[in-house]
């Protein structure tokens, strides 16, 4: 599976973006899909998983409420909407698949990352 995060760019805060991961590969409805960020100087965190079937999803306590992950199989596409952005979430965010819903960070593929930048 490939994947490419795409939607980043500068946004003012309290706005919206919606990011996509577009995936390659007729097995993607079968793998479970998370979004994870990092910021200069800090540590990949997770944001939001969603898995195959889209009967679970978890979320992040920061963006809990204001993001709202979805796929669409058919077009081999994982969504992130982000509503009320704040500065805190600007970062460089990635996609990730894996067989196994977690939320961990330890995936079997990863994404090429788009940047977010939300202005104050």
């Known amino acids: 599976v490939q994947l490419q995060a795409s939607g980043g760019g500068l946004v003012q805060a309290g706005g919206s973006l919606r990011l996509s991961c577009a995936a390659s590969g007729r097995t993607f409805s079968l793998y479970h899909i998370d979004w994870f960020r990092q910021a200069p100087g800090k540590e990949r965190e997770f944001v939001a998983a969603?898995?195959?079937?889209?009967?679970?999803?978890s979320y992040a306590d920061s963006v809990k409420g204001r993001f709202t992950i979805s796929r669409d199989n058919a077009k081999n596409t994982v969504y992130l909407q982000m509503n009320s952005v704040k500065p805190e979430d600007t970062a460089v965010y990635f996609c990730a698949a894996a067989r196994r819903f977690t939320i961990s960070g330890d995936m079997d593929y990863w994404g090429k990352g788009t940047q977010v930048t939300v202005s104050s």
């Open positions: 969603i898995s195959w079937n889209e009967v679970s999803t």
